[in-house]
């Protein structure tokens, strides 16, 4: 009898796992964006706004400076295609966030993107620092780089290779070379 109080104690005082809210999933986020006009009525920031299947209010809002404001307001569709939230730019097997923030077209062309990582322990998606200042970055899920070239002098042509280090990017590689070569 004493065995079979100490087992209906034992179970009626076992404490039951804790329930944890498991914060929305990376796939549970869908995103609009616009743009936001100056003074003079020409658009020069854009902004996303983040929803999930959870809220319909939206639980992430960012505004980015856009490199060059525009001559027109485009419409939705267009703004759409100026985020990106299908590559995975950390190589971590989760979609990032990449917004188009313009293309700088004077003496060389150099498209601009702000970053956003998924950080699965927070469920939410974090600000790369600096991504911006990267001209024309291209992904290498395969080497899990990024790889960056601009033309930086009349006849030369600049290229960085970026990867991961945490949350940080670092350039492992700069090489320079003559645009004009025929072996390139």
Not at 86 to 102: K, V
Not at 116 to 125: F, I, S
């Amino acid at each position: 009898m004493t065995g079979l109080l100490i087992l209906l104690w034992t179970c009626a005082h076992a404490q039951e796992p804790q329930q944890t809210n498991p914060g929305p999933q990376r796939s549970d986020f869908r995103f609009e964006a616009s743009f936001i006009t100056d003074g003079d009525d020409y658009p020069s920031r854009i902004a996303v706004k983040g929803y999930t299947t959870q809220h319909s209010s939206p639980c992430m809002e960012v505004e980015h400076e856009l490199v060059e404001r525009l001559a027109g307001t485009p419409g939705a569709d267009v703004a759409a295609i100026w985020v990106d939230d299908e590559i995975d730019i950390n190589f971590d097997g989760f979609p990032d966030l990449l917004i188009f923030i313009g293309r700088n077209s004077v003496g060389r062309i150099e498209d601009y993107y702000a970053a956003y990582v998924w950080d699965e322990e927070n469920k939410c998606l974090a600000l790369v620092p600096g991504f911006d200042e990267i001209p024309n970055p291209e992904f290498h899920a395969d080497s899990k780089t990024i790889t960056s070239s601009t033309r930086t002098d009349a006849a030369e042509k600049t290229t960085w290779t970026y990867v991961w280090d945490g949350w940080q990017l670092e350039i492992i590689d700069e090489k320079i070379s003559n645009l004009f070569d025929d072996d390139e």
